[in-house]
């Protein structure tokens, strides 16, 4: 089993930066792609980033140009700078874990970290 703990919510006025940090422990031999996945009140779980163990990336169009996914793989930890931070940013972000290197991992979850940007 895999267990996924995130690090570095909070609230940020509109512009400003957060990182984001999620570190894997338990059976991390297994782990591949990592990535984050984010929901607001009322709408879907999508994703935000992923990252493959190889270092292949795939983005929300949303978040092209603002948001940097990373990973260090000797620490089987995944990070999320967010740069330019607007109001609908807002939401619940998740981290997500998977054995195969996919763009949307979905196979070990994370508890959830709130991310509020103010206006």
């Known amino acids: 089993q895999v267990q996924l703990v995130e690090s570095g919510g909070g609230l940020v006025r509109a512009g400003g930066s957060l990182r984001l940090s999620c570190a894997a422990s338990?059976?991390?031999?297994?782990?591949?792609?990592m990535g984050w996945y984010r929901q607001a009140p009322g709408k879907q779980r999508e994703l935000v980033a992923a990252?493959?163990?190889?270092?292949?990336?795939n983005y929300a169009d949303s978040v092209k140009g603002r948001f940097t996914i990373s990973r260090d793989n000797a620490k089987i930890t995944v990070y999320l700078q967010m740069n330019s931070l607007k109001p609908e940013d807002t939401a619940v972000y998740y981290c997500?874990?998977?054995?195969?290197?996919?763009?949307?991992?979905?196979?070990?979850w994370g508890q959830g970290t709130q991310v509020t940007v103010s206006s």
């Open positions: 997500a874990a998977d054995r195969r290197g996919v763009g949307f991992p979905r196979d070990y």
């Open positions: 338990g059976t991390i031999f297994s782990i591949n792609a």
């Open positions: 990252i493959t163990r190889g270092g292949s990336t």
